[in-house]
């Protein structure tokens, strides 16, 4: 079975917008959720934000909350982060992943990842 797979980053200037996009989303399961996560050179993993593919809630780490989207798409299993307002320390690679909740996703709980795509955001 074919992986997550992200796209949609590149290298953009601070206060522009990018859209990333996770296709291929198994739908083993009625009660999942799927999130993006972060890695920036140096630095530690870092939760993003998350949708609760049922019910739609979401979740958005503070840095990003306001700035960030996250929504899902469920005729093309696909989850989109769209971000605006970007900012140099917002530079990572991004990837998605699924989890059980909410909850597990907050806790980097998950089974299945891609393999990231990279955002740049130059000062």
């Known amino acids: 079975q074919e992986g997550l797979v992200e796209s949609g980053g590149g290298l953009v200037q601070t206060g522009d917008s990018l859209r990333l996009s996770c296709a291929n989303i198994?739908?083993?399961?009625?009660?999942?959720?799927v999130g993006w996560f972060r890695r920036a050179p140096g630095k530690e993993r870092e939760f993003v934000a998350a949708?609760?593919?049922?019910?739609?809630?979401?979740d958005y780490r503070d840095s990003v909350s306001g700035r960030f989207t996250i929504s899902r798409d469920n005729d093309k299993n696909t989850v989109y982060l769209r971000m605006n307002r970007l900012r140099p320390e917002d530079t990572a690679v991004y990837f998605c992943?699924?989890?059980?909740?909410?909850?597990?996703?907050?806790?980097?709980?998950?089974?299945?990842w891609g393999q990231g795509t990279q955002v740049t955001v130059s000062s």
């Open positions: 992943a699924v989890g059980s909740s909410l909850y597990d996703l907050r806790r980097h709980e998950y089974n299945i």
């Open positions: 949708v609760d593919w049922s019910g739609g809630m979401t």
């Open positions: 198994p739908r083993a399961s009625s009660t999942f959720a």
